[in-house]
């Protein structure tokens, strides 16, 4: 830790605050004497090492209220929110959510470029894409791809893949990587569906499978793009909300 | 679906378990059941277990937004202990039923010069089931390109 750069990251957040959060993340009657250091968070942590840090340093310093070093590691950003250290702790302290935490205390203008980009992108369009797809973009690709489809493999000449038909069984969504760089990948999708006789559609908006949004820890767009999502879902009337991701 | 396929080629897979669906979500019932797809696609006796797995399971290291984050050395030095457990199963494939799983995996063999191909399980489903088109092979290897294929002429 260098405390020299303590000022990279102007914030508003007093020197208590990641000790109380810590606190409020404890299981009931926990505390952190209670703490064995055992280090089963740490050992079974694939991120355990990188920028200097480590799930059971992360939790010690948050005990300790170092909270200016805690908000300056890039580890959180390294950090894949897996929860693989809570499952094993027998505490069951949910670290993720400290780690969450301290990226929600970041600046939004110094959250890594890429994430914050994507989240950005996805706010910009009614169909949540964090690569921008529009609505007529997808429903161009899609009936483009089928019309090949069609056209080219026998026993397919009437595969299906219905866009904004309503009151079906499933709404299914899609990552964007499929509708705009890789979109033939979508067929065997659509393919496994007809097969056994699955009622559904795809929505032209709220359709993108990715929320980048809560990777950014932004919380309020990261709501924003769900509430989109969930709305374009019960406007057509599905039952269910079929996540390919 | 069927395995015969597989049975004279015993092309060996592996599947990550993706930590969102998995730990985080609907745990081992739903690892069992991609077990159970599995397995009924690729022949039980092509199947090899990563491990630990399950809800388990080590992350790939491109969830959480790593792939985007800006730290590529460090989600790769992440990656590695997912390199050695796939590795270690000595398949040729790992099933990805994740995007952030398959972008990642998929860099993993690519940067450090790994032989193993990175799959979605739809591919294998409709593989399976005699129905991949030409056009839906792009992570198939050499050995599985033109298995099954119908061509239109």
């Given at each position: 830790m260098n405390p020299e750069s303590s000022s990279t990251l102007s914030t508003d957040i007093t020197a208590p605050t990641f000790r109380r959060r810590a606190h409020d993340l404890l299981p009931r009657d926990g505390n952190y004497t209670m703490c064995l250091s055992c280090g089963l968070c740490s050992s079974g942590c694939p991120a355990s090492g990188l920028a200097d840090m480590d799930p059971r340093k992360f939790v010690r310093m948050a005990a300790l209220g170092l909270d200016a070093e805690l908000l300056q590691t890039p580890w959180v950003w390294m950090c894949t929110l897996c929860k693989r250290c809570q499952h094993v702790c027998p505490m069951n302290i949910d670290i993720p959510s400290l780690i969450y935490h301290a990226r929600t205390c970041w600046p939004r203008e110094q959250r890594p470029k890429g994430v914050v980009a994507s989240c950005d992108q996805s706010l910009r369009t009614k169909t949540g894409s964090a690569m921008g797809a529009s609505p007529e973009d997808f429903k161009f690709v899609v009936d483009d791809v089928l019309e090949e489809v069609h056209a080219v493999q026998k026993g397919f000449e009437l595969l299906r893949a219905p866009m904004n038909k309503p009151e079906t069984f499933f709404f299914l969504n899609q990552n964007s990587r499929e509708p705009m760089t890789e979109p033939d990948e979508m067929v065997p999708l659509w393919k496994i569906l007809d097969h056994v006789g699955a009622d559904w559609t795809y929505g032209s908006l709220g359709w993108a499978a990715e929320n980048y949004c809560m990777f950014a820890a932004d919380e309020a767009a990261w709501e924003r793009i769900v509430r989109e999502k969930v709305k374009a879902v019960e406007d057509l009337g599905a039952k269910v909300w079929l996540n390919t991701e | 679906m069927t395995s015969d396929w597989n049975r004279d080629l015993g092309i060996k897979f592996t599947v990550q378990d993706p930590c969102q669906l998995v730990r985080k979500s609907l745990g081992d019932e739903i690892a069992n059941d991609l077990r159970f797809v599995v397995k009924s696609v690729v022949g039980p006796e092509n199947f090899v277990e990563m491990y630990p797995c399950k809800s388990n399971n080590y992350c790939?290291?491109?969830?959480?937004g790593a792939l985007q984050a800006g730290f590529p050395e460090a989600r790769r030095a992440y990656g590695l202990r997912k390199r050695d457990q796939i590795l270690a199963t000595g398949a040729t494939y790992c099933i990805a039923p994740c995007h952030n799983c398959h972008s990642q995996i998929h860099d993993l063999a690519d940067h450090f010069g790994h032989n193993w191909h990175t799959v979605h399980l739809w591919t294998l489903i409709c593989l399976s089931l005699g129905m991949l088109g030409e056009n839906e092979r792009a992570y198939l290897g050499g050995d599985l390109k033109g298995l099954g294929l119908l061509l239109a002429t």
């Open positions: - | 790939c290291g491109g969830g959480g």
